[in-house]
């Protein structure tokens, strides 16, 4: 089965040189991409019959006899949201916005709602609407410009087009609008294949300008507006930039696992992953509920248990206070016995098969979590194929309210064999540099719209990173700088030791570097276990690259590997060594050094469109507290 | 900070015409793909001197004064198991071996461990070692092939370099062989830079020829495997395919949440994401337990429902049995009621709120699982941005223990806007063949391999596939064709509605078309409610992938983008409707017609590798029962 063999086009339009427009391999259409994105604006097309889909920006009505075109201004709004129908009447404007007014209209009027090409005055009656011209601004999602779309009243129904969201299939001809302004070239409507309606009094972008904060409430819809589009065209190309950068330096993509039974580095607070489900919790309590008594052995161990803790603090010096809960906790407890002997129906073992049920009984056979870093499981990989990444979802039940924290967020993990801290700061700097230079060049269109509506500095921040060099500064030297400070008196206060906090780190960015910085060799407390010792014994072969204006976005390690210091690490920290014994056997056998880093990938997103809040970046963002729809 | 720029060689290092090596960016040594992947085998090089790093995959020492260079048999095994030593010892060689002779001979002569180059005979003696020669093929997982390395026992003790799985870093020149062998070229070492011992007695891959089912209890070592490191070397290459592909056609890259609140379409069991701890849910077991009554307002709710069902039961045509299961439930439920009541001890309430306390409390404050499926949240995107794909894990909580099925596998899931059927149908093709090709292309000497090692028809297969069309075919016509069948009796019968069982799929590609099928339109009972109904009512659009001697890679759909269809399809499957609203909201507001498909990734590998276990090619496999290690 062969497809049309056309699309080259797709990936680089402004390359081509043919002036035939060909549809999109897998739909009769042709993505607007390689219509708007070239050059001269699609100009060479004038004159070529092409179908186009896509969804209704904004819209505007014009009666017959034409007044010259409008030209829509093509102002990528943040909601998609309609521009102004002049020409469209009070009473209609009202009837589509306020559901009220319809009904009533609806009920004296009768007619089916929407009623369109009404008089302007007057009851409606049955007479065939004032032919006009509907001038629809269409995008399909490909690029970030729209194309103006010039429909006749006789082709469909105004009122069905109209509506912010409306989703049509068209098929017409290019050409030159007859007047002069935004549009370089629109399409003459002569067919139309499909309408998508919209209800507009129900859906949420038909309103003007909706907030990015009350956009999150509609994941599902959002990416039809323009902000968002375009935030999510980036992330996508920052993907593939990602998987480029390391194919082309040799790295292996590993996909470490979401569930598994280490805590990793006791970095987070984790989700815990069962298929205990809470049905069967429930019917579980149900059916002990249903069991008319509880069980008598439960209590009576537990009253033994007391019984002893009550001794025990008689015995010791504790305080009065404990020894009378303690001694009145047994004295409920023996009454609850007392009263289920009498009545001579307990049904022992119960709770207490409840009790030990939980874990082996539950899928694994015992506690999974969702995973918080993959570094351990790539740190194998990296010790049997040398250079490996992995580029996926990373989880952690973190409950503080932070713009740039969500409990699922992507990461791209990065090992290597035989490289050291130089070697892993080298790459993280090179793979940063890289995305920062892709973005420039492949997403020209979206970035400059992003600098339009987000932030003006975005292009010239992004330019500044890829000529500069980063500055290479050690903890040590850091915090030297930082003493030194006079005219700023630090929240936390400077010393050996302390961790840094935001505040240090963007004085250093802003005012000291004035660029990208990597501070490197961190107090060994301030890291996990797993990071190698430096000869001094006090720092740690760390690294964080830390952006102007923004933060940390890539943390690295030189990982140790010599078995007695990580061994003695493992102690040291009081972990539980056997659940690390598959992790210290890369030591043991063929060891070898090693490093790496993390990049958090929305992080990056966030910091290269200049937007403050990270689940504006996120598809569907998951938070705390924050049930979402979906 | 600008790294060395010579790794262009990396990705196409049969293209370069340079004769000089380069160092691999961020590590300072030379990856072997870069030196053995060339058509000549690296023979240009000979002469220069570079650092080599890698593991240790077979060894040999030979006493001095040396024999002509014995020429290592570089048999790709899927150990890496040591060929024979016959120059050691037998004592030696029982040394390093068994553990308890070496404790023995430890006692008697007082050597420490390894005691290497003792004489033969006699009781060890603090005389220096005998020089030898140690010849090691050492591979460091960037390439199949491994590079011999030649070692004077000046250099470093013989004891520690021969047991397989030692990582070394060595300097040295590149030369040809003295004697003619397998090999092109040889490393000369004349500094060691780094030796990783190994403990062989504790190392699992010592022993000659691990199989593959016994290496699944070692996840973090089994990369050092030939077999291992070459499959996942072609699911990197896969994985990067799958980008490559659907960037050229103009697909955004979608990152769908793994953790969700719907069940996405009932397609099987769900592992429940929770921070609500275990021994929080004991407690709670336990408090209720203490509380002596159950919950009459639960049983009075739940008999309500139940005398409900009786009633539709009696009225539709359902059978006898049916009826009187319900009659019997009923009737138990009331005399639990009427104990209750009698007791007139109930504490109402009591288990409602047990039911209600579980998820408010939880993270999200509310139910959610990890996510079988990203359809249903990329569909909305796609009714946005037009043509998307995601590339994630995703999670099925199934107990049967099946060759083909983990509980966490990759999945690559595509949806397009203005798209039907067969758009989706063909995309599906074209992807399919286009992973084929890649890997013949790209993986050249990995597949060499597994034609060798695992598979010998698995190159033959795949160009097959990549030359021939599929043929399309559907269900009716698959039923007509399986029922004039005569030459086989089927296990499961055949006729219109039944699900095509293995065993019908693969007589079909086997002995019927001899090559992938694409069966389409489907039963609707046999697909999920969002599936687009065809006019036949009874049929839905749906399609599968079937490739000979495997089964289906591939599935896909359009999807109903008729609001009054899909309502009338939840309602009439019984779904909660509410967990839906979001989703039929796309249909409500500028619906779309729409279809994608879904490839499962680790079968696709399977597929390409011809190995039977989807275990042997996921780095870190989950499945029920097993505790991972890590």
Not at 67 to 81: E, K, S, W
Not at 97 to 123: C, D, H, N, T, W
Request: net charge neutral; glycine share 4%; charged share 25%.
């Amino acid at each position: 089965m062969a497809s049309e063999e056309a699309t080259a086009t797709v990936t680089s339009p402004a390359a081509t040189t043919t002036t035939k427009l060909f549809n999109y391999s897998y739909s009769n259409r042709v993505l607007l991409k390689t219509l708007m994105e070239r050059s001269d604006g699609g100009l060479q097309f004038v004159g070529q019959r092409i179908v186009i889909g896509g969804w209704v920006k904004s819209s505007k009505e014009v009666r017959k006899p034409s007044p010259p075109p409008p030209q829509l201004a093509d102002d990528h709004r943040v909601d998609g949201g309609e521009t102004k129908h002049k020409d469209v009447s009070c009473v209609e404007m009202l009837q589509s916005r306020i559901p009220f007014i319809r009904s009533i209209l609806e009920v004296f009027g009768g007619s089916a709602y929407p009623p369109r090409k009404k008089q302007e005055y007057g009851p409606p009656k049955p007479t065939p609407p004032l032919p006009s011209t509907v001038y629809l601004l269409v995008t399909d999602g490909s690029t970030v410009a729209s194309l103006q779309v010039v429909v006749d009243s006789s082709l469909a129904s105004p009122s069905k087009l109209l509506p912010t969201g409306t989703c049509i299939l068209v098929e017409g001809l290019l050409k030159q609008p007859s007047a002069k302004g935004k549009h370089v070239i629109e399409l003459e409507a002569d067919k139309i294949l499909h309408i998508g309606i919209v209800e507009s009094d129900l859906y949420p972008l038909s309103k003007k300008r909706v907030p990015l904060d009350m956009l999150r409430d509609y994941p599902h819809f959002r990416p039809r507006t323009t902000t968002v589009a375009s935030v999510m065209r980036i992330r996508s190309s920052l993907s593939f930039a990602t998987h480029s950068f390391f194919e082309h330096h040799g790295f292996l993509d590993v996909q470490v696992p979401i569930i598994t039974t280490s805590d990793c580095e006791g970095l987070g607070k984790l989700f815990r992953v069962t298929t205990l489900d809470q049905k069967a919790d429930k019917e579980k309590l149900n059916t002990i509920h249903e069991i008319e008594g509880i069980s008598l052995e439960t209590l009576k161990a537990a009253a033994k248990e007391k019984s002893n803790l009550v001794e025990i603090l008689k015995r010791s010096d504790s305080n009065r206070e404990a020894q009378i809960a303690a001694i009145k906790d047994l004295k409920k407890t023996n009454e609850l016995i007392s009263q289920l002997e009498a009545k001579g129906k307990t049904k022992p073992a119960t709770s207490l098969k409840a009790d030990k049920v939980d874990s082996s009984e539950d899928f694994f056979s015992c506690q999974t979590y969702l995973t918080i870093s993959g570094h351990l499981h790539l740190e194998s990989y990296a010790c049997a194929l040398g250079n490996v990444y992995s580029f996926g979802p990373r989880f952690q039940a973190d409950k503080t309210d932070s713009a740039k924290q969500a409990a699922e967020m992507w990461m791209v993990e990065v090992e290597m064999a035989f490289a050291q801290l130089e070697d892993s700061m080298n790459c993280a700097d090179d793979f940063f540099k890289y995305l920062c230079k892709w973005v420039l060049e492949k997403c020209t269109e979206d970035m400059k719209f992003v600098a339009k509506r987000i932030d003006i500095t975005c292009i010239n921040r992004l330019q500044q990173i890829v000529f500069s060099s980063s500055e290479m500064v050690s903890y040590n030297e850091v915090i030297d700088v930082l003493k030194r400070v006079t005219d700023k008196k630090f929240e936390r206060n400077v010393e050996w030791g302390v961790c840094l906090t935001t505040e240090h780190l963007s004085y250093l960015t802003d005012y000291v570097f004035k660029k990208p910085i990597m501070i490197y060799n961190y107090p060994k407390e301030a890291k996990p276990f797993f990071f190698r010792m430096n000869d001094d014994m006090k720092t740690v072969a760390a690294f964080d690259l830390v952006v102007p204006k923004f933060g940390v976005v890539i943390s690295g390690s030189q990982n140790e590997e010599r078995l007695d210091m990580i061994t003695s690490r493992v102690k040291e920290l009081g972990l539980p060594r056997e659940k690390y014994e598959w992790y210290l056997d890369l030591r043991r056998h063929g060891t070898v050094k090693h490093s790496g880093f993390t990049l958090r990938f929305d992080l990056m997103v966030l910091f290269i469109t200049g937007l403050t809040n990270v689940r504006d970046v996120i598809p569907f963002p998951r938070s705390y507290g924050k049930a979402a729809i979906n």
